[in-house]
C-alpha cells in the first residue's frame, strides 16, 4: 500500500502525470462519473465499506492512508485514478466551438468545462499555455465534464488549419466591440476568451472576424473569464432555442 500511497500523492504533480498517463478524481460524484465514462480506470480507493461492497474492484483504505493520497485539504472518502483519454474531435458536427486562450487558472478552466456543458457545447479547443486539462483542481472544477466533453490543446496556427475551411465565423470577447445583447449568434460559431491578465492576444486576433463585449457600468476592470464565458454561452444558447 505504500507504494500505492507515493504514486497516487505524486499524480499532483504535472511531471508524473505526463509520465504515467494518469490523473486522479477525488469526491464521490467525481469518481462515479468517471467509472460510468469511458474513461479506463487504473484503481480506486474508499474508506466507505458499504461503498466498496458494490463496486468490487474498490480498494478499501484508513482513513490515514486516504490523507496521504489526497491532494485536497480535506479528503473525501472516495478517490480513483484514471488513465487519460483524448477524445476526437470533428468539428464538422459542432454549430459552435469554444476556443481558450491562455487561461491558466484551474478553477476557471474547469467551472468554464462544466458551464459549456450546461449549455450543450460538446467542443473546446485550448491553447498550448492554458492549465492542463487533468490538473486536479480542474478535474474537481468540472464535477464530472471533465468525463463527458471534448477538450483539445492546439496551436493557434492548428485552430487556424481546422477552422477556417469550415467556415466558422469567429468571435472573440473584447472590452470594445458589438454589444452582446444586442449580438445574434452565427449558426457556426467559434466563441474566443481570453485571460483576464490579456485577454485575446494577437495571434488569436488575426482569427477574429467580430470583437463582441459585454456592457458594464462599474469601476471594475474585467470580468472574470469563467463569469464572462458563462455570458457569451448563454447567450449563444438563446440565439439558438
Known sequence: MKKDIKWVRSLQQKKFRLESGCFVVEGKKGVEEGLASSFRLHSVYTTDADWAS???????????????????????????????????VDIQSESVILILDGIADPGNMGTIIRT??????????????????????????TMGSVF????????????????RPSDYYIVAADLKGTNIYRYDFKQKTAIIIGSESHGVRPAMRSLVDEFVTIPGSGKAESLNASVAATVFMSQWRCSND
Open 116 to 141: 459549456a456543458e450546461w449549455f450543450g457545447m460538446n467542443t473546446i479547443l485550448c491553447t498550448p499555455d492554458c492549465v492542463e486539462l487533468y490538473n486536479p483542481k480542474v478535474v474537481q472544477a
Open 148 to 163: 463527458r466533453m471534448k477538450v483539445r490543446m492546439m496551436s493557434e496556427e492548428e485552430m487556424s488549419r481546422l477552422l
Open 54 to 88: 458494490k463496486h468490487p474492484e474498490t480498494i478499501a483504505v484508513s482513513s490515514r492512508e486516504m490523507e496521504q493520497m489526497s491532494g485536497l485539504t480535506t479528503p473525501s472518502p472516495y478517490l480513483a485514478v484514471f488513465h487519460q483519454h483524448e477524445r476526437n
